[in-house]
């Protein structure tokens, strides 16, 4: 699965069209800004001011926190220019963020980082296995494989069914899985008739019972005529979790990485990860990569 990168980053301020509950942990920001809408690729991202801009075109009063917030693409609406993104409050920018009303203005960058293109993705079949807020970015992901004509399956781990950023909803697979036929899938997937199960630690009917990794070995029991492969995103040990099983079961597995960011676009290294090649920044040579690379810390 090899890596692009298209067109921008456009610095740019974008309109808040709307800001929702996204499930009872995350809000879901829509943003309307056509430049990026139109450009962006998953998993690619963008990142956000924490303030929005005053009449006059500055930034908000208070410059605390200075530096922007990355997010991950949700849903991509180019032909409306725009575009959703689901995130957690957990600390003071996030916090701000989730003060964003209709509206508001705010400063924007992006698209940022690399894209996986279809047209690099060997296998037929791709399992996107995320938990958290990794699982906005691989919705985008899972429509643009879709449309190509892949076949996306989605791999969801959370601790309780509450702590999903959607909710789930009764279906049937297309391709039953450790002898299950009807499982409760994520509501966003359902509704793009993607197939997605959903493991829960605190065990519920229609779930599957423990990490991410026990759906995701039922799946890679199985025989994929036209081959198959993973891309991981969600917090750091479920996708050192995934990484090591792919591994084990030699599949190809691409990593979403998350890092703590300053500008960006590459100038500062503060997103830098050990990698076998060395480091490398997060922002501009990822966020994707083979999960073979990762040196894991
Ligand atoms: C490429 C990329 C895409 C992202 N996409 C999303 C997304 O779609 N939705 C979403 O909710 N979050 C996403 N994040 C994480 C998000 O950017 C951080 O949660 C946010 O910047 C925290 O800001 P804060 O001021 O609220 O928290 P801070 O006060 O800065 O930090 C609060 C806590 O969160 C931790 N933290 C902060 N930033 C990160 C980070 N980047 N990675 C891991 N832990 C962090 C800190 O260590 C601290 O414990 C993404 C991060 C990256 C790098
Ligand atoms: S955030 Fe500055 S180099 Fe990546």
């Given at each position: 699965m090899s890596k692009q990168k298209p067109a921008g980053p456009y610095e740019t301020v974008a309109t808040v069209i709307a800001q929702e509950p996204a499930g009872a942990v995350a809000y879901c920001l829509t943003l309307e800004c056509p430049e990026i809408a139109r450009s962006a690729r998953p998993p690619q991202f963008f990142t956000i001011s924490c303030h929005p801009l005053t009449g006059d075109g500055a930034?908000?009063?208070?410059?605390?926190?200075l530096l922007r917030r990355p997010l991950g693409f949700y849903r991509l609406r180019p032909e409306k220019g725009e575009f959703d993104a689901v995130y957690q409050v957990v600390g003071r920018g996030t916090k701000l963020l989730a003060t964003l009303k209709p509206g508001d203005r705010v400063r924007v960058l992006g698209p940022l980082g690399k894209y996986i293109s279809p047209k690099d993705v060997n296998s037929q079949t791709v399992l996107l296995a995320g938990g958290g807020v990794g699982l906005p970015p691989l919705y985008s992901l899972a429509e643009t494989l879709k449309d190509a004509g892949k076949e996306p399956i989605v791999i969801a781990g959370a601790?309780?069914?509450?702590?999903?950023?959607a909710p789930t909803v009764p279906r049937k697979l297309k391709r039953p899985v450790g002898g299950r036929r009807e499982v409760q899938s994520l509501e966003p997937f359902a509704r793009s008739d993607i197939d997605s199960v959903v493991a829960l630690e605190e065990p519920e009917d229609g779930f599957f019972e423990g990490r991410i990794t026990v759906p995701l070995k039922e799946y890679l029991e199985q025989d994929y005529e036209g081959g198959v492969e993973i891309v991981a995103c969600g917090p750091p040990p479920m996708v050192r979790a995934i990484a090591g099983l792919a591994g084990e079961k030699s599949v190809k597995c691409a990593a979403i990485m998350e890092s703590r960011m300053g500008?960006?676009?590459?100038?500062?290294?503060?997103?830098a990860i050990k990698t076998t090649s060395g480091y490398r920044r997060v922002c501009v040579e990822g966020?994707?990569?083979?999960?073979?690379e990762i040196v894991w810390e």
């Open positions: 930034d908000g009063i208070s410059l605390d926190p601790r309780r069914r509450e702590t999903l950023i500008c960006g676009i590459g100038a500062c290294q503060t997103c966020p994707v990569f083979d999960s073979k």
